[in-house]
């Protein structure tokens, strides 16, 4: 991917817990992300027509089986054009998303798919105009009758529903009968599904394409946030945990690094236990025992002494009930060993050399972007080469998961992933991820090649 290269400051601000997670009130029943008849898709993702370009959809069908990779045919205006072009000038005379038109050849006549589709197959591509037990053969809907023509009008016909939706049975927020289902959209897109195709397993079969052709994949640490709501999410270890305070959100992460998603994307995932405080917060318990919070572990601080000499300060505890701190894992407790629980830095006089010092061990920290990434409130703490030496080495510090990394005159974007540094495949895919630009750090090669080779990122 083509480069353009182009510390969020900490406030301390009062907990203000975000509004309940739209996704939860959807679906989270099972790990199994059952099929919702109420939510198949949201209003945005029927609506961001620009969401390919023409060559987009072309490498998109390109990398399936079906006849759509090579099929051309004469558009509306009469002019012959591919299929790729005929779908993405219906999305955008309709401003429907091209997306949207390619699930629905595929759950209407498998032509994404399909390499030998039947000449009826490609005249009803969409089935626009074809009701439950109608012929083809009806001369009332011959007019029609053709590829470009179907999905033209399937186009239209979804920009139409959104237009006039009182003119229509099913609607957003109403109940209805569907294959003996009560089913309630909960968005208009999900509306016009129905009254398009008035079935549950019609609609089912376009989710599980939907969701297979198009659901986005973000590795561990990204910040989410679900569109249309304040609701901000960690992804941790494949779950989503909500950021339930400014407090946490600000200090801990960077919210220019938010990435906005559908509430699709929020519901691919399990539901993990909410982010209440920020990390290396104090909490005390109804019983009196103060806890250092240290990522997912809380640290019972041993005794007063050691809370006095460990330098915390009292008016930052925060009085906390047990259901606050059983959110965390319960972890090894803070003693008079503990000089520097959370670690420190140390320079080398000679060398300059930096090095994350936690428990005997000494990290490597590669470069400045790395020390910046992981440690940008840490003093540094210059000391002689010899106060190093009895120290054993480690493994170098890495950057956080989700950051977006390269290095100078190299022509990949990489995204850390369980240390890992993945390629993102293209810019076109860079940019349907919802990344930006101004947020991929450029480092040195060597603190690029502390981090082993990933797969790569491909949607």
Request: glycine share 6%; with cysteine; proline share 7%.
């Amino acid at each position: 991917m083509k480069l353009r290269t182009n510390v969020w400051l900490i406030f301390l601000l009062a907990f203000f817990i975000f509004q309940p997670a739209r996704a939860q009130e959807q679906n989270n029943e099972s790990a199994g992300k059952p099929f919702n008849p109420n939510f198949i898709i949201d209003d945005w993702e029927l609506t961001d027509y620009e969401s390919m370009s023409v060559d987009s959809i072309r490498r998109f069908l390109g990398g399936k089986s079906g006849i759509l990779s090579s099929y051309r045919t004469k558009d509306v205006d009469g002019i012959e054009r591919d299929a790729s072009e005929i779908i993405w000038r219906a999305a955008n005379s309709y401003r429907i998303n091209p997306k949207f038109l390619i699930v629905l050849l595929q759950r209407e006549q498998s032509l994404v798919e399909n390499s030998n589709p039947s000449p009826r197959d490609l005249d009803w591509a969409a089935g626009y105009a074809v009701c439950d037990g109608c012929s083809t053969d009806d001369p009332a809907i011959q007019k029609f009758k053709g590829f470009a023509v179907q999905v033209d009008r399937a186009a239209w016909r979804q920009l139409y529903y959104l237009e006039h939706p009182a003119e229509f049975g099913v609607k957003r927020g109403e109940a209805r009968l569907i294959d003996d289902t009560i089913v309630t959209p909960a968005t208009q897109a999900t509306a016009n599904l129905y009254i398009y195709t008035p079935h549950l397993n019609g609609n089912r079969n376009f989710w599980i394409k939907w969701n297979e052709y198009f659901a986005r994949n973000y590795p561990n640490g990204t910040l989410l946030q679900e569109r249309g709501t304040e609701n901000i999410w960690l992804l941790t270890n494949g779950e989503l945990r909500l950021v339930t305070s400014k407090a946490a959100l600000f200090s801990d992460y960077d919210a220019k690094k938010i990435v906005t998603v559908s509430t699709n994307d929020i519901l691919r995932y399990d539901i993990g236990l909410p982010i209440k405080f920020p990390n290396y917060s104090l909490l005390r318990s109804p019983r009196g025992t103060v806890f250092l919070l240290v990522d997912d572990k809380r640290r019972g601080i041993a005794s007063r002494e050691i809370f006095r000499a460990l330098g915390f300060n009292p008016e930052e505890v925060i009085d906390a009930g047990w259901d606050d701190i059983n959110l965390y894992f319960e972890g090894v407790p803070i003693t008079t060993a503990d000089a520097k629980p959370l670690g420190e830095l140390m320079q080398d006089k000679t060398t300059g050399g930096v090095y994350y010092v936690s428990y005997g061990v000494k990290h490597p920290i590669k470069s400045r972007e790395i020390l910046r990434n992981r440690f940008a409130r840490y003093p540094i703490k210059p000391v002689p080469p010899a106060a190093l030496e009895k120290y054993y080495t480690g493994e170098p510090v890495k950057f956080k998961d989700a950051e977006l990394v390269t290095a100078p005159n190299q022509p990949t974007v990489y995204v850390i992933s369980n240390g890992q540094k993945r390629p993102i495949a293209s810019a076109e895919i860079f940019k349907d991820l919802g990344y930006q630009w101004s947020n991929i750090i450029v480092t040195t090669p060597d603190a690029l090649a502390v981090h082993p080779d990933g797969p790569p990122i491909t949607g």
